[in-house]
C-alpha cells in the first residue's frame, strides 16, 4: 500500500516569502510517480508537476520548484516569491506503476498575505 | 479544449434517498477515476475505469455505491439509500494514456450533502 504524509497543515506566509512544501511517502515498488496538485478555494484540482521515481533530477519552472530524494522519500516543492493567488490548498500525490489510482496527502494549505 | 465536467456542482438529498452523479470526461482520455474528499482531507480513492470496464472499484465503501460508463465516455456514479456519512465532494478525473503514469485532470467536483 502507498501513504503520503504531508506534516505541515497550514502555512501563513507574507507576500513575496518563499513558501516550502513538505511531502514524505511510502512504496514498496521501484516505479512510481510522485506529482503536487494545487486546490484553490474554488474547489477544481490543478496539476502542478510529476516526477517519476527514475528521475531525482530537481528542477524549476517558473516560480516552482521541487526537491526529490529517493534516500529520504521525500519530494518537496517550493514556491518562490510567493503570491496572493497562490493562496490554496497544495496535495502531494502517489501513483504505482499499474496500480492507476492516486494516494493523496491530507493537505497543506497556504495563505499569503498582501 | 473542454475540461473536465461534473454534474450537478451540488446535489442536496434526504437520508434514504437514491442519487446519480454525472462525470464527463476529456474527449480522447479512456481512463476515469471516481475518488471522494471529506473536508479537511486528500482525496480517497473510489473506483478506475479503463474503456467501458471498471478495472478497479477496490474504494467503492460498500455496496450502495456503483458506477457505470457504458459507452466509455460519460460515467454516472450512483448512491442507493444515501446516508449521512456520505455527504462530501465526489470528484472525476480522466488521463489518457498508461493509467498511473500520466497526470489526471480533476473536475470541479459534485458537492453531495445528505440531510
Known amino acids: 500500500a502507498q501513504k503520503v504524509t504531508q506534516a505541515q497543515t497550514e502555512i501563513s506566509v507574507v507576500e513575496k516569502e518563499d513558501v516550502t512544501l513538505d511531502c514524505v511517502y511510502e512504496?514498496?515498488?521501484?516505479?512510481?510517480?510522485l506529482f503536487w496538485y494545487k486546490q484553490p478555494p474554488s474547489g477544481e484540482l490543478v496539476f502542478l508537476i510529476r516526477?517519476?521515481?527514475?528521475?531525482?533530477q530537481n528542477e524549476i519552472s517558473g516560480r516552482y520548484s521541487w526537491n526529490f530524494q529517493k534516500s529520504t522519500s521525500s519530494f518537496n516543492f517550493t514556491i518562490t516569491a510567493s503570491q496572493v493567488v497562490d493562496s490554496a490548498v497544495y496535495f502531494c500525490a502517489l501513483s504505482v506503476l499499474l496500480d492507476y489510482k492516486l494516494s493523496f496527502g491530507a493537505g497543506t494549505t497556504v495563505t499569503v498575505r498582501a | 479544449g473542454a475540461g473536465v465536467s461534473q454534474t450537478p456542482s451540488n446535489k442536496v438529498t434526504e437520508k434514504g434517498k437514491y442519487v446519480e452523479l454525472r462525470c464527463d470526461p476529456i474527449?480522447?482520455?479512456?481512463?476515469l477515476y471516481w475518488y471522494r474528499q471529506s473536508l479537511g482531507q486528500g482525496p480517497e480513492f473510489l473506483i478506475y475505469f479503463q474503456g467501458t470496464g471498471a478495472a478497479d472499484d477496490s474504494g467503492l465503501p460498500n455496496d450502495r455505491f456503483f458506477a457505470v460508463r457504458p459507452e466509455g465516455s460519460v460515467s454516472t456514479l450512483k448512491i442507493q439509500r444515501t446516508e449521512r456519512g456520505d455527504s462530501a465532494v465526489y470528484l472525476c478525473?480522466?488521463?489518457?494514456?498508461?493509467?498511473?503514469?500520466?497526470?489526471?485532470?480533476f473536475g470541479p467536483g459534485t458537492r453531495l450533502t445528505v440531510l
Open positions: 478525473a480522466s488521463s489518457f494514456g498508461l493509467a498511473g503514469v500520466n497526470e489526471q485532470f
Open positions: 516526477r517519476n521515481s527514475f528521475d531525482e
Open positions: 474527449s480522447g482520455h479512456t481512463a
Open positions: 512504496t514498496r515498488d521501484t516505479t512510481y510517480y
